[in-house]
């Protein structure tokens, strides 16, 4: 009877496979993203348009930099029917045209602006959400993140006069200092009368 013998595999071959298994999960591209308000709790005036300042932020997890040329699309939503999301300016796209952000780096930008509809929103408390940016990967997959935070907005009238933070107008302000300086000129007067 012939007997075939089968020799096991080279242990360098098992060794070469492996490193080329760990070369090849290496050399996948991976953007991991995540951006943020710079306030997510703002305080406005009732006919205030509001900026919404922003850090985009490339995790130091990223095996790849975030490069604004892949930028896909941004959404925002307004506050409540309150107010209408409009685009920055200078444009995200404009913004991010320079955008290369190495894993572990990070950058500021304006994500857009909340414009009062009709031009004026009540006093009071707002919440509300719904924001995100994508971009895509070398890979070309879509990556996006939406923060869980929710943006609180407060909105004073500084317009009444029991206000502390109430601001005179500069006539009112003009017409207060010019009363004073008068009342302080009579009280020099009368001194100098008394002395005399």
Request: hydrophobic fraction near 45%; glycine fraction near 8%.
């Amino acid at each position: 009877m012939f007997h075939r013998f089968m020799s096991p595999r080279p242990v360098w071959r098992r060794w070469a496979l492996a490193a080329l298994a760990a070369t090849s999960t290496a050399s996948h591209a991976e953007l991991q993203m995540s951006w943020d308000m710079r306030s997510w709790s703002l305080e406005a005036t009732p006919s205030e348009t509001l900026q919404l300042h922003a850090h985009i932020h490339n995790s130091p997890m990223s095996t790849e930099h975030l490069l604004g040329s892949r930028f896909v699309a941004a959404y925002g939503e307004g506050l409540e029917g309150l107010y209408d999301f409009a685009p920055a300016t200078p444009s995200l796209v404009e913004q991010f045209a320079q955008l290369d952000l190495a894993p572990g780096e990070s950058m500021d930008f304006l994500f857009g602006l909340l414009v009062p509809i009709n031009g004026h929103v009540e006093p009071g408390v707002y919440g509300g959400g719904g924001y995100s940016l994508n971009f895509r990967d070398a890979q070309g997959a879509e990556v996006s993140w939406q923060p869980e935070a929710s943006l609180l907005v407060r909105v004073v009238d500084r317009a009444t006069p029991d206000d502390p933070q109430h601001v005179p107008e500069p006539a009112t302000a003009a017409l207060a200092a010019l009363g004073l300086a008068a009342a302080g000129c009579g009280r020099r007067q009368r001194k100098a009368q008394a002395r005399a």
